[in-house]
């Protein structure tokens, strides 16, 4: 992630992220706990003001150790060695990036004031690196254009064996009095050329293609592979992307496939390599069960997601299940975020949004406490056992406020597919009573104006999956009240039972 640093006098002052070139975050209290990143430059000569520029990055050795902790400990695993970084830069405690193995290397300088540097971007580098910041080896200057393709294609014979991942090099005019009469076009520097490497390819076999359900229930198909190195990483999983892209591809089991990594994006199997098919390998198809629930996978006419209907009660979902339940137009349960809820799951308090009507103030603390040690964050329990207390104590009275609600916040909490707050409302108003809803059959949702055959389709999916009906009975047991019930419209009366 790239960066700049702000130095007053010799002091590091302020730090902040590219962002869009104008206006970037300020991370400087992030930026201090990297111990690379000098506080105040050594030896003497540097401007009054002086913006350093350089890419905070997180090496391939570390960021492999660090996940490898992180499994250990349950702690939460990193995608990439980029995201490990430009997310460890963002988090808003400095404590948790403080635990994160990032690294930094100055590149350039931005605004000088009150003083001058050397004349040649090489120079500058070398008076960097006096000052005490990090400076690439790599970096070197070369000649004419052969200069720079042989520079180009010895880092490319290096580069799997680099300590961090790359996706080509860039060359830069040494002299600043050339790169001032080169100038830019719009905004991009005439006088710089980032020269990409090719995607990196191999070829392996795939030994199944599985699926994987998101947060939000859409289940994305991904094959598992044998290991190949492609550029310096084993690899064992591909992307599919969607059933679609399997079809147009016709990966089976067994096939032989070509995968390529770009970047340091996840890898994605490009094509397969036909005359290595086994006999008798099968085309793939989606499973009719979701792999976690065991619901019902469903998918929307045109539409490229298939998608688990067991959203009340299938694990995959129950975050995104929860964090919309409690959400301010559906229970309005008020100071349960996101991480909470995470944590909850995590460690096993909530199943379903219903086990959230037997917590505890004991089972909060207890929750916080778990989730500090495991991040290794400072006990917030421990040093303002009072502050903790109290937000459990809300917590729980705002859970328990939350039991008196009313048909149609009670059906858009339990977060169906297509039924927004509107379509909740003209449900509530039309069935007026729960047990008018299931087991009604989606020509009845029709009736009911503004519903359409999606919708209509949607719901009953839903309310057909067993899991999602005993989530809704466990909500009533544990006290969720209806206050609202009414008899259903008379146009309805005739279907139902
Ligand atoms: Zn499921």
Known sequence: MAISLRYEAGVFVQGATRGDGATGEDVTANLRTIAVIPQRLQGGGWPAV???????????????????????????????????????????????????????????IGSVEGGALP??????LARLREWGFPVSELA???????????????????????????????????DYAGQREMGFVSRAPRWAIAHKF????????????????????AITPWALMQPVQVGGVTVT????????????????????????????VIPEVVQVVPDRRPAGALPWSMPTACPVCGSEVVREEGAAVWRCSGGLSCPAQRVQAVFHFASRRAMDIDGLGERYIESLADFGYLQDVSDLYRLGVEDLLEMKRRADARDGTTPETVRAGKVATKWAD??????????????ARFLYAL??????????????????????????SWPLFRRVPDIGGEVARSIGHFLDQPGNQQVIDRLLARGVRIGDTHAPNPKLGEHLT
């Open 50 to 108: 002086l913006e350093v520029r350089g890419e905070v990055y997180m090496a391939r050795a570390d960021f492999e150790r660090y996940n490898e902790q992180a499994r250990l400990h349950g702690g939460k695993v990193l995608a990439n060695p980029r995201n490990g970084a430009a997310g460890s830069l963002r988090q808003i405690d400095p404590k948790l990036t403080a635990l994160r193995p990032l690294s930094f290397y100055a590149y350039g």
């Open 119 to 124: 004349q040649t971007h090489s120079g500058t």
């Open 140 to 174: 070197t200057v070369v000649h004419d254009v052969e200069g720079l393709l042989g520079y180009y294609k010895g880092i490319g014979e290096a580069r799997d064996g680099l300590p961090f991942d790359i996706d080509g090099v860039v060359y830069k005019l040494d």
């Open 198 to 217: 090719p995607a990196q390819e191999q070829t392996t076999v795939v030994e199944s293609v599985e699926v994987n359900v998101g947060r939000t229930g």
């Open 237 to 264: 999983r591909a992307t599919l992307h969607n059933a679609d892209h399997v079809a147009r591809l016709d990966v089976r089991n067994g096939d032989t496939v070509i995968v390529r990594r770009a970047g340091d």
């Open 394 to 407: 809300n917590l729980v009275e705002a859970i328990d406020r939350s039991r008196d609600t009313t048909l």
């Open 415 to 440: 977060g169906i597919e297509h039924v927004g707050e509107s379509t909740a409302k003209a449900l509530a108003q039309w069935f007026g009573d729960l047990r008018y809803g299931p087991p009604s």
